[in-house]
Every structure is written in C-alpha cells, then in structure tokens.
C-alpha cells in the first residue's frame, strides 16, 4: 500500500499504528479442593459463637439499661402514685369560722369543713359557715339527738 501524502495545512497528520505484542494470558490456577467439613458441620461450628455473641448483646444492653434507668437516678425524676398535699398557711379568720362551726354543730365534719373553706375568700367562707350552722341548728331539735323525734 502506497504512503499517503502529507498534508502539511491539516489540523491533525496520519500517523502509523503499530499493533501492541500478544500478551500471553497467565496460567490458571488450580481449583480449589474441595471441603473436607460438610455444610451441616461447619453452621454447627458458628452456633456456638453466634449464641455468645447474641447473649454479649443482651447483657451489654441490659447493662446501659440499668445505667440509664437505675436505682442512682434522683428521686425528684421518678413521678409519685401518691398526690402530694401541699401544706398552705391558712387565714387567721379561718380559725375563727371553723371555731364557729364547731362550737354549733359538734366536732364531727369540722376536716371536711375546712377543706371546703380552704378555696373560698373570707365573704364566700362566712356566709357558707352561716348556711352550715343554720342546719346543724334545724337538725337539733328539742330531743338533744337523742333520736326522741321531738322538735
């Protein structure tokens, strides 16, 4: 085949390609031999281990449980079951009312009385402690409580 002309205007000249050498390819190695353990032995083999590793899990996790939630954490951040009373100082005049009552009607419901007082403004508390003692007055009667019926 004849040489092309050079075209010395052109961008890009001709140029010959040499073929690289043949590369030999590399020799295969043998196959491998085959297991002398068959399948069922060797997972019998990594049951043991995967066991040991499961219960590691488990204890490292029950561990930073206990860490987290344990008995060293403050009281303050467990919640009660039980609603804690909050002990208030009581009005001066609270006394007087519940004196009032007791004098009229007897010791008994004097707790429950002022635990109805307690919430009440001194106006509220008076006409309330009124209202009790007019029917601890009604309920009296002549008999003394005695049960005689008479009134």
């Not at 635990?115 to 309330?128: I, K, R």
Request: proline share 14%; glycine share 10%; net charge negative.
């Amino acid at each position: 085949m004849p040489k092309p002309a050079v075209d010395t205007s052109a961008i890009t000249q001709l140029m010959p390609v040499v073929p690289p050498p043949a590369v030999e390819p590399p020799p295969q190695e043998p196959a491998p031999a085959p297991d002398p353990q068959p399948v069922a032995s060797r997972r019998a083999a990594r049951f043991p281990s995967a066991l040991a590793g499961a219960l590691v899990g488990v204890i490292l996790i029950g561990v930073l449980a206990f860490a987290a939630f344990g008995p060293s954490r403050p009281a303050a951040a467990a919640p009660s079951a039980t609603p804690s009373v909050t002990a208030t100082a009581s009005p001066a005049w609270l006394a007087g009312l519940l004196q009032e009552y007791q004098d009229a009607c007897g010791p008994q419901d004097v707790d429950q009385v002022a635990a109805d007082l307690a919430g009440m403004s001194q106006e509220e508390a008076a006409d309330h402690v009124a209202e009790l003692i007019d029917g601890c007055d009604q309920g009296k009667g002549k008999g003394h409580g005695n049960g005689h019926g008479r009134d």
